[in-house]
């Protein structure tokens, strides 16, 4: 069994734990949650195993490069990466509700890259300016920040959802609002504190890591290009995204702000987030390979 069989199997592992997650949030079974966290776990060890056999694969074919230089092995990645802060999290806090959320977006990156008829998994040689060693440590921070990101995103969605919460000076759940199936299954997600709390920490996480991520391909565009900054596409966009990450903490700490002005700053940050990602490839530029 090659790497995008195994891949493969492990996209549809990952939907398993995914419907499983949702399962037990709508009808209320913890059982099924832990089932997830089991299946979830599987899927990890898939994606794991997939990465490690693909990079072997690749030396012996004779390019010898880590899988991290296509949109189909940036995406696994992904999904990893957010697979595996999720698995901390949830080992953390003990609220398996916080996958129903979350899951779907380890699903939906690993599906895209195989499901996608765009994306080929093909293991293909390194261009010239991708044949360093600051490759792997490029790319590792930055997909652990964009994961940081992608699960406050997560977090942001279910804290919008949320009805407000009485006792802590908020306004009363359901205020003004009839009682409906939605209103209870929403009201079930974990309290707007820890949200808020979970928050900060993901876009502090996805933060440094993205600094460093921005950093290390400077110095990795320099060895390549001769110039530490270019303005191109990607690296413009890249800092667009820094800074609204930025003036998130800023107002964060700075400001006082804090719930659904900080939850709409976070997604509007993951917006910028997927569109350094998947939009500016369409545009011409150094980057234009990925």
């Known amino acids: ?77 992904f999904s990893w990466t957010i697979a595996v802060l999720y698995l901390f999290l ?37 261009i010239p300016a991708l044949k360093s060693n600051w490759l792997i440590a490029h790319v590792i921070t930055c997909f652990l920040g964009y994961a940081g990101f992608a699960i406050a995103f997560g977090f942001s969605v279910m804290y919008l ?35 808020d709390e979970l928050i900060h920490q993901m876009v502090m996480f996805g933060f440094l890591f993205l600094t460093i991520g921005i950093i290390t391909g400077s110095v990795w565009a320099n060895s390549a290009w001769g110039t530490y900054w270019s303005w191109d596409p990607k690296e413009t966009w890249s800092l667009i995204t820094w800074l609204v990450y930025a003036i998130l903490l800023h107002l964060r700490m700075m400001r006082g702000w804090h719930g659904k002005r900080i939850a709409w700053v976070s997604i509007i940050g993951f917006m910028a987030v997927l569109f350094t990602y998947f939009g500016v490839n369409l545009l011409p530029g150094l980057h234009s390979y990925a």
């Not at 209320?28 to 794991?48: C, D, I």
């Not at 490690?52 to 230089?69: C, D, M, Q, T, V």
């Not at 609220?95 to 998994?121: C, N």
């Not at 009485?166 to 949200?195: I, V």
């Open 1 to 77: 069994m090659n790497s995008s069989m195994i891949l493969s199997v492990t996209t549809f592992v990952y939907a398993f734990a995914s419907v499983l997650y949702i399962g037990s949030w709508t009808f209320k079974k913890e059982t099924m949650a832990k089932l997830g966290f089991f299946v979830l776990v599987a899927g990890f060890t898939g994606n794991t195993m997939g990465i490690i056999l693909r990079w072997i694969e690749s030396y012996k074919i004779g390019y010898g490069h880590a899988p991290f230089s296509n949109m189909y092995e940036s995406l696994v990645f």
């Open 90 to 126: 949830e080992l953390k806090y003990h609220e398996r509700i916080i996958g129903v959320f979350a899951t779907p977006l380890i699903f939906l990156s690993i599906a895209y890259a195989s499901l996608s008829p765009s994306i080929s998994d093909k293991i293909t040689p390194l």
């Open 161 to 195: 959802v949320k009805p407000l919460e009485s006792g802590s000076g908020k306004q009363l759940p359901n205020s003004g609002e009839p009682r409906t199936h939605a209103n209870f299954l929403f009201a079930r997600l974990p309290s707007l504190d820890l949200m």
